[in-house]
């Protein structure tokens, strides 16, 4: 059974920066691709990162430059760096694994959410 554990989440000024955290159980992380998510009231999910076992990423265009993901597969966990937060970031951000298809990225196990609030 795979569990993830996100943190790292919380309040920040437009302009600032957070590190979202997740940590991973179970033995499959390395051999995973992983993602982060993102959810706001009434819309849908929306991927925003992920990245391959290889190390290669893929960002949503709305965070391009800004955004950042990387893994630790020593400490089965995958980072987010977030810089330059927006209004517009403020979601509830999901740590998921998954595997890649030739359709892209696809979520198999999620976190249970870290909240992320951009505001002055």
């Known amino acids: 059974q795979v569990q993830l554990v996100e943190s790292g989440g919380g309040l920040v000024q437009p302009g600032g920066s957070l590190r979202l955290s997740c940590a991973a159980s179970?033995?499959?992380?390395?051999?995973?691709?992983m993602g982060w998510s993102r959810q706001t009231p009434g819309k849908e999910r929306e991927l925003v990162a992920s990245?391959?076992?290889?190390?290669?990423?893929n960002y949503a265009d709305s965070v391009k430059g800004r955004f950042t993901i990387s893994r630790d597969n020593a400490k089965n966990t995958v980072y987010l760096q977030m810089n330059s937060l927006k209004p517009e970031d403020t979601a509830v951000y999901y740590c998921?694994?998954?595997?890649?298809?030739?359709?892209?990225?696809?979520?198999?196990?999620w976190g249970q959410g870290t909240q992320v609030t951009v505001s002055a």
């Open positions: 998921n694994l998954g595997h890649i298809r030739v359709s892209g990225y696809y979520a198999n196990y």
């Open positions: 179970g033995s499959i992380f390395s051999l995973s691709a």
């Open positions: 990245i391959t076992t290889s190390g290669s990423t």
